[in-house]
């Protein structure tokens, strides 16, 4: 199948090279060629030329480097126009100004108040509603069966379950729920043709910015008002800050969780004798999240950072303004860092904490405990109101959403017991 993309110029890949699959047909073997390509490998995402990096270590130093920035100016493809928004994945690197897309002092100001929406404290706070949500997503699950007792796990329940709660903390009626699903479904995945994903662009900016409006009129109790509303003293965000950080932390803040849970579901399934570990209380939920973490990661590929001087990494040299993605897949099966078995799940791994999914440095995720959260609540709550729960069809069978960045699947059919 081909995808449907336009680049403002296509590049020969080269030899040695490897091509990332927009249609995400073989990611163990993906992973496989990035990390045999070496702790820096050459990659060509959709026709434009860009440096991976695959080794924990490595990867560890160059999210720290300041020579490498978010700012799109500093890369020399957008520069020269050869890259511009006709490119698929553009939207993903050039979303409008936020946290994401910023650094240094301007990151700071920008991040400040969503880490404070996200303490430990107010995460045990909204504890009771990711249990409430979690309760009547798994009634639905009871009640979606199929005549042949054939569930979408997905769509049902892990789907639903992250959106609900980021939409809780950012004050977004519940009734908008499916469209944003819908929104950012169409725009990640690969088959949506390039015009109509900058439309879908165009329409969240102006369904954020309706919010951001109808929240400094009437400012409630959640992260919308509070990015609205300045500290004391403190300089407050533009509305073009607060619409750039809720796209952003919206889609972040659900794909990230879908992936997990997930993930960590066909894991287990996958791994029977691990599950009765964790069931018979011989491991904890919080062992299964973090294999599955550094396992099967919900974010493939990261993109992208720009090099705004020469970086030397190994016998390797990043131009200055040369592009460089993170493949937190490839890192997190790196086998310098969790031994030779790396490409194995084991829930008793030793370094099974000691992965980067969520990244590291001063762009560290800052939903990630909130993401632990939903999955320490979500799994344990499912298997034990289905302790029969297997798959419906041959591991083999279930396939990839055609998305670049994250780890998605289409659909998730099971039998709940």
Known sequence: MNCPHTAAAQTDPG?????????????????????????LARIDLLGVPAWTVTRHAEARQLLLDPRLVKDIDAWGLWQSGVVTRAWPLIGMIDAGRSMFTVDGAEHRRLRTKTSQAL????????????????????????????????????????????????????????????????????????LTPQEERLALLAELDVFYTDLVREKTARPTDDLTSALILAEEGGEPLTEEEVVGNLKAMVAAGHETTIGLVLNAVRALLSHPDQLRMVLAGEAGWDTVIEETLRWDTPTTHLLMRFATEDITVGD????????????????GRDVGHHGPDADAFDITRPTRNRHMTFGHGPH???????????????????????????????????????VMTQNDLTAFPVLLG
């Open 15 to 39: 030899a040695g090279t490897v091509v990332i699959d927009p249609m995400v047909q073989d990611l163990d073997g993906e992973t496989a060629r990035l990390r045999d390509a070496g702790v």
């Open 119 to 190: 303490t430990p404290r107010r995460l045990e706070a909204i504890r009771p509603e990711i249990e409430k949500f979690t309760d009547e997503l798994l009634d639905a699950l009871d009640a979606a069966r199929g005549e042949d007792g054939v569930v979408d796990l997905k769509s049902v329940f892990a789907q639903p379950l992250p959106m609900k709660v980021v939409g809780m903390l950012m004050g977004v009626d519940e009734s908008q729920h499916a469209m944003l699903t819908r929104q950012y479904k169409a725009f990640f995945s690969m």
């Open 316 to 331: 390797d040299v990043i131009r200055k303004g040369e592009g460089v993605v993170v493949s937190y897949r490839a890192i």
């Open 364 to 402: 560290i995720c800052p939903g990630a405990a909130l993401s632990r959260v939903e999955a320490g609540i979500a799994l344990p709550a499912l298997f034990t109101r289905f302790p029969g729960l297997r798959l419906a069809v041959p591991d083999e069978e279930i396939t990839k959403l055609p």
